[in-house]
C-alpha cells in the first residue's frame, strides 16, 4: 500500500536552503523531505486506487489560475505539534481554494486540525532547537509562482514526484 501526499513544491534556490537548514539543525525528517507547502499530508491509499487519485488530481486544475505566494517569516505550531514554519503573506486564499479541490473524491480526508498552508522548517526537535529555528529564519523572505503541484509517493526512504499537474486556469 503506497503513502502518497499532494503539495506544491517550492522552487529553487530557495528549496534546497530551506532543506539544507532542516539537516543542518539536526531535523531527523530533513534528508527525505522535498520542500512544500502541503495540500494532502502523507496517507495510505490501495494501489488500486492511483489511477482514480491521477485522474481526480489532473481534474483539480482545471479552473484555476496559477498564483503568486509570498513566503515570509516564521511562525509555530507549539504547543500543538512541535513544529516551526514559514508562513504565507501572499497567495493563502489560492492556497486554501486549491487544498480544498484536491481533498474531495478519492483524496477526500478528514484531516483532524484546521489546514494552515506553511513550510515546515524545523521538526520532532528538543524546544531549544525549535526556538533556534524560529530565530534564525524570522528574516526568511522569498516569492514564487505557483503553476501546479506535485504527487510524491513515499519509496521507504523518500519522498519521489509520481507527476506534476499543472494548473490550467
Do not use: K, N
Not at 21 to 30: S, V
Not at 85 to 97: S, Y
Not at 133 to 148: I, K, S
Amino acid at each position: 500500500m503506497p503513502t502518497i501526499g499532494v503539495a506544491i513544491a517550492i522552487p529553487e534556490p530557495w528549496a534546497t536552503a530551506l532543506q539544507d537548514y532542516r539537516t543542518a539543525i539536526g531535523d531527523p525528517t530533513a534528508d527525505g523531505v522535498p520542500s512544500h507547502i502541503t495540500l494532502i499530508p502523507p496517507i495510505d491509499v490501495d494501489d488500486a486506487l492511483l489511477p482514480e487519485i491521477e485522474e481526480h488530481l489532473a481534474g483539480a486544475v482545471h479552473g484555476i489560475e496559477p498564483f503568486r505566494v509570498h513566503l515570509r517569516g516564521t511562525g509555530t505550531f507549539r504547543p500543538v505539534s512541535p513544529v516551526v514554519f514559514i508562513g504565507l503573506v501572499e497567495g493563502i486564499a489560492q492556497t486554501e481554494i486549491l487544498a480544498d479541490v484536491v481533498r474531495r473524491g478519492p483524496l477526500g480526508v478528514d484531516l483532524g486540525f484546521p489546514f494552515h498552508p506553511h513550510v515546515t522548517v524545523a521538526h520532532h526537535l528538543p524546544d531549544e532547537d525549535l526556538d533556534q529555528a524560529f530565530h534564525d529564519l524570522r528574516g526568511f523572505e522569498c516569492d514564487f509562482d505557483v503553476a501546479g503541484f506535485h504527487l510524491y509517493v513515499h519509496d521507504g526512504d523518500a519522498w519521489q514526484t509520481a507527476r506534476v499537474y499543472e494548473l490550467s486556469g
